[in-house]
């Protein structure tokens, strides 16, 4: 199968947006969806998206730190393995935090392919994922205890 046709694209965008309306469509492309979500809404989105849609892992997480804006954001890219009719589209879901204390919900229990993700997205942006079984140092000397490095305003000592 090539993909999914643009009508089932549009259909699986509206099929969320009639449930979660409080769900902002971004800039979508072929095989490519994007959606901007409230925090209070996103486990429910998340449990949606894997039960009923069939997006069954996370293929990566990102943060994005927007100093000008007081923002962090935390976008989840999808995927689907065992749906074979949307195994090729990319969906992501982004959050948009407050920078002074970026938390928000783990969605490893949800998909467990999130975990690794979520470690790297704490360790280097500072998000704090609530209820994360594991939120200790991945990729950093373990003591490490200046700020996340990937914050615009980390600052490299030294030379």
Not at 48 to 77: A, C, M, Q, W
Not at 82 to 87: G, Q
Request: charged fraction near 25%; include cysteine.
């Amino acid at each position: 199968m090539c993909g999914l046709s643009l009508l089932e694209e549009e259909e699986i965008t509206k099929r969320i947006v009639e449930r979660f309306p409080e769900t902002t469509l971004g800039l979508s492309t072929p095989n490519r969806i994007n959606l901007l979500v409230a925090l209070g809404y996103l486990p429910a989105l998340a449990i949606y998206l894997r039960d009923t849609e069939g997006f069954d892992h996370v293929t990566s997480v990102t943060g994005i730190d927007y100093p000008s804006k007081n923002l962090v954001t935390v976008t989840y890219h999808l995927g689907a393995y065992a749906k074979s009719a949307i195994r090729r589209i990319v969906l992501s879901i982004s959050i948009d935090l407050p920078r002074q204390e970026p938390k928000m919900p783990s969605l490893s229990l949800i998909w467990p392919s999130a975990e690794y993700h979520e470690r790297e997205t704490h360790e280097m942006i500072g998000v704090v994922f609530q209820d994360h079984p594991d939120l200790s140092l991945l990729l950093l000397p373990e003591d490490w205890t200046d700020q996340p490095p990937l914050r615009k305003d980390f600052k490299l000592r030294g030379r």
